[in-house]
């Protein structure tokens, strides 16, 4: 393909023609050099979701039957079928054995947690339900997803009580007068508080600390 757009008078093609001409033309030769030169190969789609009841070891239990049916197809024989059979029933056994712990694992922890149990439920269920309309009271349908949720939400409210009157406030049961301000001197402080300290020593305490700052 490089050889391919080497060969090519750029120039020739190019000069003095309008913008949108010359991107057509650029266009044409690059869908021209897809054609030619790259390979076309169907896109597969794979599926890699797997059950939630899916382990490695059952994987590799699957993996032998499929690859014991390949080699029986190629190659029919009566001890290759016994093979696969063989491989069919033990992928058979495991599968149904994955599945009977998962549920029953499910099914213990129902209580205190059931959003699996129903999750997994829902996975199994063939006809998915769908909320599209919702009636309102005076027998119409909401038409819009904004109408139903203005609908939910307006039976939501319900439940809940309006407070008419004010929130009460609790009593002040503290008598006597409310502290403002505290002021001591450093001798009261030394002599209170650290009777065992010197003068000098709480000085060079309180120029250490940062006072404006509050811990934490």
Not at 52 to 65: E, F, G
Not at 66 to 95: F, G, Q
Not at 138 to 156: H, V, Y
Not at 169 to 197: D, H, M, S, Y
Request: glycine content about 2%.
């Amino acid at each position: 393909m490089k050889r391919y757009f080497e060969r090519i008078n750029w120039t020739n093609l190019l000069d003095q023609k309008p913008l949108e001409e010359m991107w057509n033309d650029f266009l044409a030769k690059y869908n021209d050099a897809l054609t030619k030169f790259v390979p076309k190969q169907p896109t597969q789609t794979h599926n890699n979701h797997k059950p939630k009841w899916m382990t490695s070891s059952v994987q590799r239990k699957i993996d032998a039957k499929e690859a014991a049916w390949e080699r029986y197809r190629r190659r029919r024989s009566r001890y290759r079928y016994l093979i696969y059979c063989n491989k069919r029933n033990i992928s058979t056994d495991a599968v149904r054995a994955a599945k009977h712990r998962f549920e029953l694992n499910l099914t213990r922890e129902v209580r205190t947690n059931p959003r699996p149990f129903y999750a997994y439920c829902r996975s199994n269920t063939t006809i998915k339900e769908e909320v599209t309309q919702m009636k309102r009271r005076d027998g119409s349908l909401t038409k819009t997803n904004l109408e139903a949720s203005k609908l939910l939400n307006e039976e939501f409210q319900k439940v809940f009580q309006r407070e008419d009157n004010e929130v009460p406030r609790a009593p002040n049961v503290f008598e006597g007068k409310g502290l403002t301000t505290c002021t001591f001197t450093i001798a009261e402080a030394t002599k209170t508080q650290a009777p065992n300290l010197e003068k000098e020593q709480f000085l060079r305490f309180t120029s250490d600390q940062q006072m404006e700052q509050t811990p934490g």
